[in-house]
């Protein structure tokens, strides 16, 4: 038992000291906050845009008899077009939302410091990126660079765009107008500047990729992107992900928000491929997006806490049991801060194990069933708090195959916890009984 604490204590330590520091800068560092905000702001957009998109393409077979799924795919085929043209301003254009968000919440932090108008952040960013990712052509804007194929185009221009603004005002480069002049009109000469400096630097660029490369400059960032995110979809970097995740979340940080916030633009790029290759009926070829994290690797929660959740309810320890009763609705809903901080599990050397172990387990198996095609892939956005085999399945395009995963995955948690479980549970039947010993001696002795 000492080897264990000793381990114990050498790998909070660690995490204590180096890692949580780490984290905690990277985390409060302005332009991830303004990524990770961004992305939250334009997570509405993405969820009613896939939610038509699976009503476009019904869970059924083409060749299906039953007349309920028969009508639902004529239905779909016949009025694909129209069914899918709130789908296209959405996630079809969602790096369009995302550009404008993060330079928003970008430009919130340069308020006190340089005076910055968030929203005319906001609009030079949109006006840049439209500007490199959809140039005209006959009379049209093309489309293509502005769903997922933009996201890091748009994450650049967005911190160029505000960044410069930034730059000009702390350098006093600008038209300045008397005093006398309403704000908002001054708001808009101050953009006169940074958008003269965005068309001389960004459009020159832009055209001459294009001539030397035949591709816009989403394409080409793309491109150099391709094998991270490429490797951001393998087993390894998904263990990875979980494992810092969880050692963060055991040393008191939430290091769910601090991971998903740095992968959402990975998350969000797959999940554009995956949706291009089901309009266009070819195999779904990423794994690895939010709904994946949420419905199958952390079912209940961070830690994947169901599992332990469900060992509760039958506890002989009244502390335990009643953490149980109060964590298990908010547990199908991946909410865990009661089990997590009622139990408690931060900093428990009894649950570190556990913790981390339920969680990477449940990667594997969640991601050997994907990749043998034992279960679908995910093309839609979900609410996080969608009751986990709900919104697997939702996830997944109604797949009822994901839903009995989740469940799967949810006894295997509660497996992998019980030994951990029991251990606590007799350390605190003996505080319990300790507790009861002592409160009937004094009550003896007030009698």
Avoid at 128 to 155: E, R
Avoid at 185 to 204: A, M, Q, R, W
Avoid at 296 to 310: D, H, N, P, Q, R
Wanted: glycine share 6%; with cysteine.
């Amino acid at each position: 038992m000492s080897a264990n604490h000793a381990a114990f204590n050498l790998i909070f330590r660690f995490v204590e000291n180096y890692v949580s520091p780490i984290a905690g800068r990277i985390s409060a560092q302005r332009h991830v906050m303004a990524i990770r905000d961004g992305f939250i702001s334009a997570m509405p957009f993405m969820i009613v845009g896939s939610f038509l998109l699976i009503f476009a393409y019904p869970p059924f077979s083409p060749d299906t008899t039953w007349g309920f799924a028969r009508g639902w795919l004529d239905l779909a085929k016949q009025y694909e077009g129209r069914i899918l043209t709130p789908f296209d301003m959405t996630m079809g254009i969602m790096s369009i939302y995302i550009c404008a968000a993060i330079a928003y919440n970008l430009g919130k932090h340069y308020v006190k410091s340089h005076q910055l108008d968030p929203f005319m952040c906001a609009m030079l960013s949109l006006m840049a990126f439209l500007l490199v990712a959809a140039p005209k052509t006959d009379s049209a804007l093309p489309v293509h660079s502005l769903g997922g194929t933009g996201i890091f185009t748009a994450i650049l221009v967005a911190i160029y765009c505000v960044e410069l603004m930034r730059f000009l005002k702390a350098h006093n480069i600008g038209i300045r107008l008397p005093d006398q002049v309403p704000p908002m009109i001054k708001n808009s000469f101050d953009l006169l500047i940074p958008v003269l400096v965005v068309v001389l630097t960004l459009y020159p660029l832009s055209l001459f990729i294009q001539s030397e490369f035949s591709v816009l400059i989403p394409q080409a960032i793309m491109a150099l992107f391709k094998p991270l995110v490429a490797a951001a979809d393998s087993l390894p970097a998904i263990l990875l992900a979980v494992l810092i995740g969880h050692l963060l979340w055991f040393a008191g940080i939430h290091g769910a928000a601090i991971v998903s916030g740095m992968l959402q633009m990975f998350w969000l790029t797959n999940l554009g491929m995956n949706q291009t290759a089901l309009a266009q009926g070819a195999p779904l070829p990423h794994i690895f997006m939010e709904a994946f994290w949420t419905f199958f690797i952390v079912v209940g929660g961070s830690g994947a806490t169901m599992g332990l959740v469900i060992c509760y309810l039958r506890s002989r320890s009244v502390h335990l049991r009643s953490i149980g009763r109060l964590s298990i609705v908010p547990s199908f809903f991946n909410i865990n801060e009661p089990v997590i901080f009622g139990t408690p599990i931060v900093m428990n050397p009894v649950f570190f194990i556990p913790f981390l172990l339920a969680p990477l387990v449940n990667s594997v198996i969640a991601w050997g069933a994907m990749k043998m095609d034992l279960i679908g892939r995910v093309i839609a956005v979900v609410p996080w708090t969608a009751p986990a085999p709900i919104g697997a399945a939702w996830a997944l395009g109604w797949d009822y195959r994901a839903a009995i995963l989740v469940v799967l995955l949810a006894v295997v948690s509660a497996v992998i916890y019980f030994p951990f479980f029991k251990v606590y549970e007799k350390q605190l039947l003996e505080q319990e009984a300790q507790e009861s010993q002592r409160a009937e001696g004094e009550s003896q002795q007030v009698a």
